[in-house]
Nanobody, 122 residues
Framework: QVQLVESGGGLVQAGGSLRLSCAAS????????MHWFRQAPGKERELVAS????????AYADSVKGRFTISRDNAKNTVYLQMNSLKPEDTAVYYC???????????????WGKGTLVTVSS
């Protein structure tokens, strides 16, 4: 079955950096658009970043542009999220997601990971 397993979350001070990884199995990784979503307590899940099948194009939420970078390694079936200049408002559970088409909402998601918690202290 399809599995998306996130890692790399944790506690970091404001201004710090973290790198999230998502290892995929049970699917043809290069055939999927990959996303990172996040959900803060009491808030709706929101799209953070997306990357196309080959990695040639990316998209970001305005709130993370210039600070976060999404990338993928199709040989390793892994997608990454490099997060720099972290702010307390970045605190959330971060979810890896895979979709068949370039739809930048939860409706474009076929598979979800279980999430990894990122906490940014002020």
């Amino acid at each position: 079955q399809v599995q998306l397993v996130e890692s790399g979350g944790g506690l970091v001070q404001a201004g710090g950096s973290l790198r999230l990884s998502c290892a995929a199995s049970g699917l043809t990784f290069s055939s999927y658009v990959m996303h990172w979503f996040r959900q803060a307590p009491g808030k709706e899940r929101e799209l953070v970043a997306s990357i196309t099948w080959s990695g040639g194009s990316t998209a970001y939420a305005d709130s993370v542009k210039g600070r976060f970078t999404i990338s993928r390694d199709n040989a390793k079936n892994t997608v990454y999220l490099q997060m720099n200049s972290l702010k307390p408002e970045d605190t959330a559970v971060y979810y890896c997601a895979a979709g068949h088409i370039w739809v930048l909402t939860t409706r474009g998601v076929a598979y979800w990971g279980k999430g990894t918690l990122v906490t940014v202290s002020s």
